[in-house]
């Protein structure tokens, strides 16, 4: 408390000096805004709870206006998220088959049948698996670009910015070209690894759960690299250059220099990189559609495919609410810790 | 001694003259090698499955793909670019006054609105789509939204407008505050200082903003895919889907229309680089 009072009255007195300016200016709303009265709350005494949102909002003229601008960005989330997602919610505890029926209230039980059904595990399994894989494929091979392209060479400001073309692709478009070029008789990788000698007979790439897992895993590593390499690279410019020639100087080694240099002063763009990741990873959807569309057999089911196979496809609705939801908490999870990771950076900004 | 260290240091101009530039050709060429494909088998005179594996440099470039890709698809191009566009208008017309209050709030030292919003749009960002779809659904099936433009321009603003908000938010924040509080001492209302004194200034924010926004958009097919079931509104990431679902022989039709659905990133890639980077920077590191 102590420590909180000097703070309001420089609040209090600065407001004050606000106020008068505009006093001389002449507007006159503002002349009988100033009286002190009217604060409402503050070093003056008068409790703010008495006040009720009208006195707040008289008292608080110009906080009231600007929160005014707000307002369609809070109705849009309100509407487009809160309330969906609430909704979403009350549909995975009904007993809903086809998504434009409603149904009984039946508690927790599609949950526990999700939990129970080995699709929805394995579906749990590959999206670890495909997180943890793309993230660190991404990272290492986006670090590695970013750090060969902050020596500055012939051409290297060119190439920087065609390796960016994949990440500008619509997923769905990158999908394609990968589901054509991975065929399985007649696809290009195929026909260039038999005329290498390296396999004696096609392999058929999407009849088996691993190798589709295979796939669509090697694919969004090709899609997230671009934006690892990006943003790792502008870390690495931030890096101020004395840092390594004095490390240098003092005899430091190349792997030195990358281990006591630029790791640490890489983590905080790194933390951040990988929680995007995640992110967007996790939202991966376009690419099992146009890739494997699942199969073979829900083998390569990812949640948020799965939560849509058992809605749109199943007509179980209300279990592809709680898969849907179980993505969802799992999201809300990774967001804790983003937020907690960049709250440093929020702060600042 | 001496002479080793010399020769070290004569191969390591060596390296930077030549080895580097060269590195950097084969790793870009590798990661391009997918686009490539792409394009020269789009360009191929005979589009059958085996010709296009067996030359990677084709005798002679035609534009019949082009022309099946355009036939087939060009309802769905115009739909994508309603619907991108539109969510450009919504999503900056959302974010641009949020922006402007909130950038405000925080010079008049309202911090817990400025975190709790902040965090918010943060937390917005990371919804999964499937999560929201569901509801979607079964919402836009009431209000007849289903298989139209503007439930579509509706649920892809999800995707763009707390990145808008935050994008212009931080480009707000680099404008002078003595701007604003110059026009307050003139007199000026909030909306007047809005509306003739800082949006007029973000101009380089919004576009970064609607760029992203447009992206976003004409990128998406969750909702493309879920909220047109059955319907005869085709966005274009729809439309490459079942056209290659649905066609067997002529891979290089599918093709050419990936490279269509490419061209407008290809576009900003060309000519708004710069504001791409700011956006990439500003949505992604401030926060």
């Known amino acids: ?349 | 001694m001496n002479v080793r260290r010399r020769m070290g240091l004569f191969w390591h101009r060596r390296a930077r003259r030549f080895a580097l530039p060269i590195g950097g050709l084969v790793i870009t060429g590798l990661m391009l090698l997918p686009i490539y494909f792409t394009i020269e088998s789009s360009l191929a005179p005979s589009s059958s499955f085996q010709a296009l594996s067996q030359s990677l440099v084709p005798s002679h470039f035609v534009l019949s793909n082009y022309r099946l890709a355009f036939d087939e698809e060009s309802g769905s191009i115009v739909t994508s670019l309603l619907i991108a566009l539109g969510a450009v208008v919504l999503s900056v017309g959302i974010a641009l006054p949020a922006a402007y209050g909130l950038t405000k709030l925080g010079y008049l030292k309202s911090r817990a609105v400025i975190s709790v919003a902040i965090i918010v749009l943060l937390v917005t960002q990371m919804v999964p789509g499937i999560s929201l779809t569901l509801a979607f659904y079964k919402v836009f099936f009431h209000l007849h939204l289903l298989n139209s433009i503007p439930g579509l321009i509706l649920a892809d603003s999800t995707n763009g407008m707390p990145f808008a908000t935050l994008v212009l938010r931080a480009y707000m924040g680099s404008i002078p505050r003595e701007l604003s509080d110059a026009a307050y001492v003139d007199g000026a209302s909030e909306w007047r200082t809005f509306r003739s004194v800082i949006a007029p200034l973000a101009v380089p924010g919004i576009v970064t903003a609607g760029l992203f926004v447009f992206l976003f958009a004409w990128g998406d097919f969750l909702y493309a895919y879920t909220l047109t079931a059955g319907g005869n509104v085709t966005p274009l990431t729809k439309g490459i889907l079942s056209f290659f679902t649905n066609n067997t022989v002529n891979w290089g039709g599918v093709l050419a229309t990936v490279v269509l659905a490419a061209i407008p990133s290809g576009l900003i890639l060309s000519f708004g680089q710069r504001y791409v980077m700011g956006g990439l920077r500003a949505g992604a590191l401030k926060g």
């Not at chain 1, 290492?140 to 065609?162: D, E, K, N």
């Not at chain 1, 569309?293 to 592809?320: K, R």
């Open chain 1, 1 to 349: 408390m102590n420590r909180k009072l000097p703070r309001e009255e420089r609040t209090l007195s600065e407001r004050q000096a606000t106020w008068s300016v505009r006093a001389k200016v002449g507007a006159n709303e503002a002349l009988t805004l100033a009286r002190p009265a009217d604060y409402g709350h503050g070093t003056s005494g008068r409790p703010a709870r008495q006040a009720g949102l009208w006195h707040w909002m008289r008292s608080h003229q110009r906080q009231a206006i600007l929160l005014a601008f707000v307002v369609p960005a809070l109705t849009y989330v309100i509407l487009f998220f809160a309330y969906p997602l609430i909704y979403g919610f009350t549909m995975s505890v009904e007993k809903i088959g086809f998504i434009g029926q409603s149904g009984p209230y039946i508690g927790l039980h599609n949950y526990r049948v999700e939990i129970n059904d080995p699709v929805t595990r394995e579906a749990l399994i590959d999206t670890a698996i495909f997180l943890v894989a793309s993230l660190f494929f991404q990272f290492t091979i986006g670090l590695g670009i970013a750090s060969y392209f902050s020596r500055r060479f012939f051409l290297s400001g060119f190439l920087r910015s065609l390796i960016i073309i994949p990440w500008l692709f619509p997923p769905i478009a990158s999908g394609t070209i990968f589901a054509i070029m991975f065929a399985g008789q007649g696809g290009i990788i195929d026909e260039t690894l038999l005329s290498l000698h390296l396999i004696s007979s096609p392999i058929f790439w999407f009849d088996s759960a691993f190798k589709a897992m295979f796939v669509i895993i090697f694919v969004n590593i090709w899609i997230g690299i671009p934006f690892n390499a990006v943003l790792l690279y502008s870390g690495l410019q931030d890096i101020p250059n004395e840092l390594r020639e004095a490390s240098a100087l003092d005899g430091a080694s190349v792997w030195q220099r990358f281990r006591y240099i630029t790791v640490p002063l890489l983590r905080p763009v790194s933390l951040i990189v990988i929680m995007l990741g995640i992110i967007y990873t996790v939202k991966t959807f376009d690419l099992v559609i146009v890739l494997t569309n699942g199969g073979p057999d829900n083998g390569s089911q990812l949640m948020s495919t799965w939560a849509y196979t058992l809605a749109f496809q199943n007509f179980e609705t209300g279990q592809g609410a709680a898969v849907a939801n179980m993505l969802f908490i799992f999201c809300m999870i990774v967001a804790f810790f983003y937020i907690r990771a960049t709250r440093r950076e929020v702060a600042v900004a």
